[in-house]
């Protein structure tokens, strides 16, 4: 069915999708911010990356101090994955201490009374790179893996299966890599808003008193979104087909011995079911560009004919958008260090991939983003 285009009343920007696929348009009127604490954000988003700094710069203090618990280094099983494989307490306490407690004091002051126009630039400089290091450099592949196993292990939970419990993966040090995205993304909330307040724009849209970019526009993106959605679906699917390959009894990329090991301890039937998620997660992304991405389908018995809530859909995809660009990193890294085999292409080659994968999938959320956000409630604007 075609999708009628968006009317000119809807749309007082002049800003209207033309020359569209059947299946994309500019978007449905919506309003980008609801009431409540969600609409709040910009409020709230530097104090809450405060109080995540004052609390981890104290347990860097603490660690300094010879308190238990340091998560880096030695006391990580798995620290040949991480970049701290040599951090010691007597050395990383003191550092995350530090950058803890200076961090807690920039953000409350970029939230609450901003900052010196001296210190404008060091602070947004500082923010962006605790934004980027909590929760894309630092981490590793055991937070996704990690969310992506969880469905599985409480779906086969009461079958038995896996034959292994998830709670004895889930460790301190896993735990606070966890913690550390967690962290990372409220940096990156504090520095949006920020920068936001302090060019006078909106908090909650971004929008300011000019004209925006033309990039921003409804049109434009759902024109660059159709293929950073084409790029996002295509990625995963390419892991997906190796594990379904394994699972079907083609050792693809793999030797004979490897594949008759995994074989024998069901690796290769959980690949193919994390697989499926990740096909799933495809399809959800394709939806980014088509009607039932923005309106409930009517098989979903009491939403259908509603319309998504926009942060529905970009808040999930923004989330795993980093989530796998990390992952993805830390296979790069470790192709670096280690060099690749040809022989075992199969087994890390598509996650190699992954970085693309993460920052095509953010411009797809992003572009929907805008396609979608229509009238901002806070500011008026449209």
Request: hydrophobic content about 50%.
């Amino acid at each position: 069915m075609e999708i009628p285009p968006q009317r000119e009343e809807l749309d007082p920007g002049g800003d209207k999708a033309v020359g569209m696929t059947k299946t994309i348009d500019a978007g449905p009127a919506n309003t980008v911010a609801e009431t409540g604490w969600r609409a709040r954000w910009p409020e709230w988003a530097g104090l809450a990356a405060g109080l995540w700094s004052l609390v981890y710069g104290i347990l860097g203090l603490c660690w300094s101090l010879g308190w238990p618990g340091f998560p880096f280094g030695e006391r990580d099983p798995s620290r040949e994955l991480t970049l701290f494989a040599g951090a010691v307490p007597e050395i990383g306490g003191p550092i995350i201490a530090v950058l803890g407690l200076s961090g807690a004091v920039l953000a409350v002051a970029m939230a609450r009374h901003g900052l010196p126009p001296a210190m404008r630039g060091p602070g947004v400089v500082f923010g962006w790179s605790c934004a980027v290091l909590l929760a894309v450099v630092i981490p590793d592949y055991r937070v996704l893996m990690m969310l992506a196993y969880l469905p599985i292990f409480l779906v086969g939970a009461p079958f038995g299966w896996p034959p292994v419990s998830y709670l004895d993966h889930l460790d301190w040090p896993t735990v606070n890599l966890m913690l550390l995205t967690f962290g990372g993304l409220l940096w990156l909330l504090a520095v949006v808003s920020y920068q936001r307040r302090s060019r006078l724009n909106c908090g909650n849209c971004g929008r300011g008193a000019t004209t925006g970019a033309a990039w921003t526009t409804p049109a434009s993106a759902a024109r660059w979104g159709r293929w950073a959605v084409y790029v996002a679906v295509a990625v995963p699917v390419l892991y997906d087909l190796t594990r379904w390959a394994w699972a079907l009894g083609w050792p693809l990329g793999l030797s004979q011995e490897m594949w008759e090991d995994g074989q024998r301890e069901g690796m290769w039937l959980a690949g193919a079911i994390l697989g499926l998620l990740g096909l799933a997660g495809a399809v959800l992304t394709h939806g980014l560009t088509h009607r039932w991405g923005e309106v409930f389908p009517r098989w979903m018995l009491g939403l259908a004919g509603k319309r998504v809530p926009i942060m529905l859909a970009v808040v999930p995809a923004g989330i795993v958008a980093v989530i796998v660009t990390s992952a993805g990193l830390m296979v790069v890294r470790q192709l670096i260090a280690r060099g690749f085999s040809m022989d075992l292409w199969a087994t890390v080659g598509p996650m190699a991939l992954w970085p693309i994968w993460g920052v095509s999938l953010a411009a797809a959320a992003l572009a929907y983003y805008l396609r979608r956000r229509g009238t901002c409630r806070r500011c008026g604007r449209g």
